[in-house]
């Protein structure tokens, strides 16, 4: 279910472009209303099979997402289209920054920020850790389960889409761009390294530059591939990543 909550660019262009919503308004009545549809999600659906093969869960979520997929490219056709934003510019070091792209970036920033503290510090970010650990260990000390991967759905779903509505600030939107960007998050999971959040951020700037890189040295079109490549290389050499922990990996 996590491919298809890269559809969510296209609601927010939707309230900003029907009901008159302004952008930033609709980045959190997204990633509010997608934290409760997780919440349900996993909760209703993916909990009844979480004990069982992982092919089953694959198949189920798979399955959403193919529904989510249809539904959302019938309704609003898989044209590309565009945030109406209107917030001007400013000049750092003699270039040209939209402010909205600077004001996705901090979002972005903001909520990866806070998603740290969460885990760090907050009851339910350790409840969270420790299912993720060991579930039935957690359920003989009073935990439940059941619940704790019910509001990690909802978290996950919540920061997808975040980031489907930074993305719309910078670029273009359409249903079908799922595939595109979700094969990007894993390089980059892959690159930063599993169970960290700073190895978010820092897979991120890794895949950013080495893309640039590999575009300058090959071609626009061997740009992705180079991100792939040096994925392939980490999981040999260093499966914890740049800076995962390990028994994440």
């Known amino acids: 279910m996590a491919r298809a909550n890269w559809k969510l660019p296209t609601r927010r262009w939707l309230l ?19 934290f409760g549809l997780g919440y349900l999600i996993q909760r209703g659906f993916i909990n009844k099979v979480v004990a069982a093969p992982i092919f089953i869960t694959f198949t189920l979520t798979f399955g959403m997402d193919l ?42 920033l903001l909520l990866t920020g806070l998603l740290y503290w969460v885990l760090k510090r907050s009851s339910i970010g350790r409840a969270i850790i420790a299912v993720r650990m060991d579930r039935y260990a957690a359920a003989l000390l009073g935990l439940n389960v059941p619940r704790i991967y019910a509001v990690t759905f909802g978290i996950g779903a919540l920061m997808a889409a975040a980031a489907g509505g930074a993305m ?19 390089v980059i999971c892959v690159l ?21 890189f590999g575009a300058l040295a090959f071609g626009s079109q061997w740009s992705a591939s180079v991100g792939f490549a040096i994925m392939l290389v980490i999981l040999v050499v260093k499966p914890t990543g740049i800076a995962g922990r390990a028994g994440y990996e």
């Open 16 to 34: 900003a472009t029907r009901a008159g919503i302004d952008p930033y308004v609709g980045f959190v009545l997204c990633a509010a209303a997608l």
């Open 67 to 108: 529904l989510v997929q249809n539904v959302m490219v019938n309704t609003f056709t898989a044209t590309p289209r565009s945030l109406p934003l209107d917030y001007g510019s400013v000049q750092i070091a003699g270039l040209s920054i939209s402010l909205a792209r600077l004001g996705a970036m901090g979002l972005a």
């Open 168 to 186: 719309a600030m910078a670029f273009p939107i359409t249903p079908i761009l799922d595939g595109t960007f979700l094969g990007k998050a894993f």
């Open 192 to 212: 930063g390294g599993l169970g960290s959040v700073p190895g978010a951020l820092i897979g991120g700037l890794v895949l950013g530059l080495l893309e640039s």
